[in-house]
């Protein structure tokens, strides 16, 4: 890895966790906490996976989990680390499947929702409880669809303040 690309992944950690952090402070007031947050910081790896690499897509979710596991526990790394990986799975699946133009807000919506099954999917294994996955599934669809929303607007104005200062690796 060249030095400066080295130093581009940098800053970008540093967004992701900043993001990150800002938003786990913030709780939207009509929202219980479980129903999940607006994922912003996974506008960094949304970029990273579709104008850097995928590479550098996973290892930033990596290092996001592992910074959860760090200050939040092993649940919350395990969480983190489950629903990150799973939704840039499916990301890159219907990248390639699709293959000719991508929607940034359909591939948005469907990494906000695997992120999602990929998180409850580890909680009922852990609370050994599948009636879980019936209670939440349907509200964390509805909110992995709006967030999902939200994070392809805010990817898009990323995108777009980027490309003005041509900020590449």
Known sequence: MSTRKLAFMGIMLAAVLVLSVVESMLQLPFLPPQFGRVGVSNVVIMYLAF??????????????ALF?????????????????????????????????????????????IAHNIGQLFVACILLGHWGLFVFYFPVLLITGTIFGTITAIFLKILITRLEKG????
């Open 68 to 112: 959860s596991l760090l200050t939040r526990g092993f649940i919350a790394g395990l969480l983190s680390l489950s629903g990150g990986l799973f939704s840039i799975f499916v990301i890159f699946a219907l990248w390639w499947i699709i293959k000719k133009e991508k929607s940034y807000v359909a591939l948005s919506i469907s990494g906000a």
């Open 51 to 64: 104008f850097v690499g995928k590479k550098e897509a996973a290892l930033m979710v990596c290092l996001k």
């Open 166 to 169: 041509e900020w590449k690796p």
